[in-house]
């Protein structure tokens, strides 16, 4: 694995054979429940004002099972609805990654529900062959830019599904 840029630091998941960057003081946790795994990196909490905020990261193994779809399809109807939404700022379409057996869609969009509006980018990981999507949800206030800046590394910066 590549040495973690100065101020973070490489967290190993072995459930999902890959790795997140973590920024040093911010936590990491394991919110995954029967058949869902799910975890969550957190700025230091600051009261209220950070409450929400952070990477949140969803694993769906064989979504196909599931709704009969390959997971890529999966993320392109899972982007399209967030298209649809008022909220949505911009719109990233699908790219391949390196190792030709990842695809990534990304859609970034202000969420205005909320009294205090939002920077939300939602970061879905297809891996047709093995049949997994990953989720990755970044949320911060819209005031709060350093906090941005780190989840842009977060959410552009990781492993999965041991292609390290």
């Known amino acids: 694995m590549p040495l973690a840029p100065n101020g973070y630091q490489w967290r190993w ?9 973590v ?26 004002t950070t409450q929400g905020e952070g990477v949140f990261i969803k694993v769906l193994k064989g979504p196909e099972q599931r709704d009969g779809l390959r997971p890529s399809i999966f993320a392109k109807r899972l982007l399209a609805s ?4 008022a909220d949505v700022m911009d719109v990233i ?23 205090s509006k939002r920077m939300v980018r939602h970061t879905l990981v297809a891996n047709d062959t093995a ?9 911060c206030l819209i005031e709060h830019w350093q906090v941005l800046d780190q989840l842009e590394v977060i959410a552009t910066k990781f492993y999965l599904d041991d292609e390290i």
């Open 93 to 115: 379409h699908p790219k391949l990654m390196q190792e030709g057996k990842l695809l990534v869609y990304t859609i970034s969009y202000i969420d205005a529900s909320q009294t």
């Open 23 to 48: 920024p040093q003081g911010w936590s990491f946790a394991d919110s995954s429940v029967a058949g869902s795994l799910s975890f969550e990196i957190k700025p230091p909490a600051e009261g209220d």
């Open 13 to 21: 998941l072995a459930e999902i054979q890959g790795a997140f960057l």
């Open 82 to 85: 967030y298209e649809q939404s």
């Open 131 to 139: 049949g997994t999507l990953y989720q990755l949800r970044t949320s």
